[in-house]
Structure formats: C-alpha cells, structure tokens
C-alpha cells in the first residue's frame, strides 16, 4: 500500500505535511529564518527543536500569535505586507513564505521584499495548473472548487491564483534564480509535467 | 499565599539630577524560591500608584497583591517555578525613600526638599536591592505602563543583567498629551491651598487636589467603551436629573469614590515626583536616536499593548518593537484585544498571562541550553 510507484516517491511529512517536510530538508541547521504568516508557529517550533534555527514569525491573528508566543515562537503581530520594510537587507538566511503567496494583496513587493530580506526565499504555493483545477472549471463552468481550492468563490482567501509556469515565468523575467524546486500530489513528489500534475510547488529562489 | 513587606537599607544612591541620597531604603517583596544556580530570578516593576505587593494577601493589610491574578502557582508568573521580586519605587510612599520619608538634614520629612528622581534612578536602585539578594542576572524584568518604562530602562542601562524583558502598556517617551495629563494632575495637587508648597506632613494634606489629579488619572486609564459599559449615562440612587451640582450621574460618584480613596494610600508630593520621573523618561536621552539606544539591548523582549489602550497606544509599542526588528533583536510582539483602556494590563490576563508563561518557559529553556 505504501509502497511508492517508480518516479514517484512519497515525500516524507513533518506535522503532516510534505511541503513542510521540503522546507525542513531546505533549511540549514543553525540558520536564521523568517516565516511569514507563521499560524501559530508550527514550522518553526520544528525547526527551533530540529535544525536549531534563530526562529522570527510573522502573523496578523490575534489567536495564533497568542499560541506562537506562548510556545515561544518569537512572533511579531502584523501585516505581512507592512511589516517586510522594517528588516534590513540580508537579515535572514531563509524568508518563508508557506501557502500565503495567492492570498497577498501585492506579490510582487512581497516577493521582492523577501528577497531582499532574506538571502533565500523559499516560496511553497498552491498550482492553480493542477489538472483538477483546470477539468473542475471546464466542465463545472464556475470558479473552480477541488480539495485544494475548497472556497466558494464570494469568501475564498486565494486572491491571485497562480501556477508553476507563472512562477517559473516571474522569476525568468526578474532574473532570480531558482535554487531548487520540488512538486509535491498529496504526499507524493511529481518528476514530470509539474504544471498539470503537481498540486503544490515549493521553490528555493534567490536574487 | 501570605506576604509580608522587607525593608532593604543602602548607604547611597547617586542620582541623575546630580544629588546623592543617603541612607536610602527600598520597600520590596518576594514570592516563590531563587533556585540553586539563581537564574529563576524576575524582577516585576510596578506602574504610577502602586508599590511591592504585587501578589499575595499581605500579612498586615490582609489585601490582595496589584497583579495578584498574573503573579502566583500555575499563574503566568509561576511562583512555583521562578523567584519573584517587586520593589517600591524610588520617590514613592509606600515604603521606599521619597519625599515623605524623613531628610537625615532636618529630621523632617523631606517634601519639596526631596531631589527630582528619574525612571534611571529607580533602576539603579533596583539594581542595588537584585545585587544584595545574590542575583546576577535575572531571568526577566516585566511591568506595565511606568513598570514597562523601568524594564526597557534595564535591559538598556544592564543589558547583560537579564535574559528578557517584558513591556507592557508602555512608550520609550511620554508625548506631549501624556504629559499633559501628567501636568494636570500636578496643578490640580499644587493649587489644593493645603499643599502648601509641599510642607503638609504635620496638618491636613492636599486630599481635594490629589483626588482631582486621580479622578483625571481614572479617566485615561478606562475607554469609552469600557466607560460606556460600567457606567452609561445611568443616574446614582435617583430616577430623575437633580438640577444640582449634587451627583447625578454613577460615573460621577464613581470617580469621586476613586479620588476620596487615592487619598487614604498615597502622598500627593509622591504624585509629583513620580509623574516628574514618568515625563521626563527618554529611552533615546544621550543617544543620537531611539535606535543607537536599543542597539545595547541584548535581551529577548516580549512587547504586549492592548488595542483599546488610548494613554499609551499600541503605535507606542510598535515603535520600539520595529526598531528592535531593524536591529535584529529578538523580540515578540502582540495587540491584544480589550475595552478596557490602559487598565487592561491590570485586568485583562487571560490572554497575557498565557503568552507571559510561554515567553518565560521558553527563555528559561535557552538559558539551560547555554
């Protein structure tokens, strides 16, 4: 049952999650890191314990800031957006940015502020490419609805939908180089045609 | 938990203004057991008005410490696990040298004669009474409003002293509205005739002036909402508007209760010192700016500011937390939602008290990893 079909091996998880599992292969021990809309600091909680890392967070809720801090998460409160032009150039080895990049009002100065602040990026975000999504909105004719865009359209927080070639293209474009990038279907690591077949992307990006 | 007050002589304390005060005597508590390596050590710093009892039920007055409901077995300041201690401040009246102390010069209380003390004084002086109790480096200094003053001080004027700092509800600077509030309440203790320039020891004091001073102090400490909530604009034992200058209105008696009692517990030439010292807090004093400040700092800090805190707004909180994320230090920071106003601190402890115990648990465990 577990066994993994050839090409395709199965990612192992960290708090249940494969695109967690990438970023703890990612990170340096002993490195500092930014995580950006941390939740209640899960991620980095894990890393503090396992890779040693100096930990910041970045959160807007009340409640999750609340439990980061009382897990003793360095957790700052605010806006993602806002609060990227407080740090100086180069203050961390890792900027995270885990599932959030869809919902910026603007990605491009978060991403720009991210690679500024940090000396990689690492950026993990749902494909919109996934061929779900697309047979979802080709057959249904609405905005399309799959396990991982499970939003009405009217209170989805998923405000730029985007997809492995987008970024790819993006980052083409700026000139920022792609370190590394990992394609992730549930649990398992996609090798082939990432932009139909993956449901998550995790890229390593620098300047 | 039954506390009693300890009395701790120091031969002298040089101060900012230039004076040197001897002897000098701090008023303190402690709660909870240093432990055999004394690095479970906090320092609580007290704001405006209140003094050492912190927690606890004292042994005399049989009345519950200030932030008894932070401070205590399980609590966010876990007496079980840290040592606890909180200290009068310098210039005040319960306890500690201040104006109403006796001046060793004239063998009357000091009044007027008292020197103008400082937020930097007041820390020395506790650096004094941490030293004499065999603690080198305390595990956190942590306070609200004046208390938060006292905890940045530190971490700026030891920063090898403490591993953490908690301010609470506080500014690196009074603005001109806060000491405009501050001022108030001075004029309205100075122009009570029986002030008398501060020499009232021996007759009656300015109880009509420092009520006024406190009842302004009452109102920047609550919120419209919390205000709005406690007293509306209901009428005090009347069904009708007296068209008198009587009390009408709940609010009214409320503030006029608060005032009479203020008068029981604390020295109105205390008032002026202590605002004094408030006013004229300047984190950024002798520094280019805020930030050639702060970069001394080598504690984590745990920022707390409460959203409906007008007195000392959240912006005041932000400030020195983003200069300190600028600097790279380690620092944490949450608005906490209340109505309470200023007051929250106080109060609102739910909230604070679980971000408090994982903040503490946390620094204690790095210090252990070192």
Redesign the interface.
């Known amino acids: 049952m577990n066994a993994a079909p050839p090409g395709r091996p199965r990612v192992r998880e960290i708090l249940g999650r494969s695109d967690y599992a990438i970023i703890g292969e990612i990170i340096e021990p002993g490195s500092r890191v930014l995580d950006l809309g941390c939740g209640d600091g899960d991620l980095l909680a894990w890393l503090v314990e396992h890779k040693q890392v100096?930990a910041?967070g970045v959160e807007l809720q009340?409640a999750r800031?609340?439990r980061a801090?009382?897990?003793?998460?360095?957790?700052?409160?605010?806006e993602i957006e806002g609060?990227l032009p407080?740090?100086?150039d180069g203050?961390f080895d890792y900027v995270i940015l885990s599932q959030t990049l869809q919902e910026m009002r603007r990605p491009m100065e978060v991403l720009r502020e991210m690679l500024r602040v940090g000396r990689h990026s690492v950026v993990a975000f749902p494909n919109f490419g996934h061929w779900r999504v697309r047979w979802s909105h080709l057959v249904s004719g609405r905005a399309p609805r799959t396990d991982l865009f499970p939003y009405s359209w009217f209170d989805s927080p998923n405000i730029h939908f985007l997809t492995v070639d987008d970024f790819l293209e993006l980052a083409a474009q700026q000139r920022w180089a792609v370190e590394k990038s990992y394609f992730l279907a549930g649990h398992r690591a996609v090798s082939l045609r990432p932009n139909l077949l993956a449901e998550v992307a995790v890229f390593l990006v620098r300047k | 938990m039954v506390v009693e007050t300890r009395i701790a002589p120091f031969d002298s304390l040089s101060l900012d203004c230039g004076a040197i005060l001897a002897p000098v005597e701090v008023a303190y508590e402690t709660y909870g057991e240093l432990n055999s390596d004394k690095s479970n050590a906090i320092l609580l710093v007290h704001a405006f008005s209140l003094d050492a009892h912190a927690a606890g039920i004292h042994s005399e007055t049989g009345k519950p410490g200030w932030w008894d409901n932070m401070v205590g077995p399980g609590k966010g300041f876990d007496t079980e696990r840290y040592f606890l201690i909180c200290s009068n401040v310098l210039g005040g009246c319960r306890g500690t040298t201040g104006p109403s102390s006796i001046n060793p010069a004239t063998g009357c209380p000091f009044g007027m004669a008292f020197p103008v003390v400082t937020i930097g004084d007041m820390v020395r002086l506790q650096k004094m009474l941490v030293d004499s109790l065999g603690v080198r480096r305390l595990l956190s200094v942590a306070g609200g409003s004046m208390g938060g003053m006292q905890a940045l001080e530190w971490a700026v004027t030891y920063p090898d002293a403490l591993a953490s700092a908690i301010p609470i509800a506080t500014t690196s600077r009074h603005t001109a509205m806060q000491i405009a509030f501050n001022e108030v309440g001075r004029q309205a203790i100075m122009a009570d005739p029986d002030w008398s320039n501060g020499n009232y020891y021996s007759g009656k004091p300015p109880a009509r002036g420092l009520a006024v001073a406190r009842m302004v102090g009452h109102i920047t400490y609550m919120s419209d909402e919390s205000m709005h909530q406690k007293f509306g604009r209901r009428l005090r034992e009347k069904d009708a508007l007296g068209f008198d200058f009587g009390i009408d209105f709940e609010v009214e008696s409320y503030l006029r209760y608060r005032g009479s009692q203020f008068v029981d517990r604390f020295d109105a030439n205390s008032y002026l010192y202590i605002t004094k010292a408030e006013d004229y807090f300047d984190l950024s004093r002798g520094y280019p700016t805020l930030a050639a400040s702060l970069e001394r700092l080598r504690c984590?800090v745990?920022a707390i500011s409460f959203t409906s805190d007008w007195l000392y707004p959240s912006y005041q909180s932000l400030e020195i937390?983003?200069t300190l994320?600028?600097l790279?230090r380690?620092?944490?920071?949450?608005?906490?939602?209340s109505d309470y106003g200023h007051d929250a601190f106080l109060v609102e402890v739910a909230?604070q008290s679980?971000?408090v115990?994982?903040?503490l648990?946390?620094t204690a465990?790095g210090i252990g990893r070192k």
């Open positions: 100096e910041r009340t800031v609340q801090i009382a897990r003793g998460v360095s957790v700052y409160q605010g609060s407080h740090y100086p203050a | 984590r745990l937390v983003n994320r600028r790279l380690d620092v944490a920071y949450c608005d906490l939602p909230e679980e971000i115990r994982g903040f648990a946390s465990k």
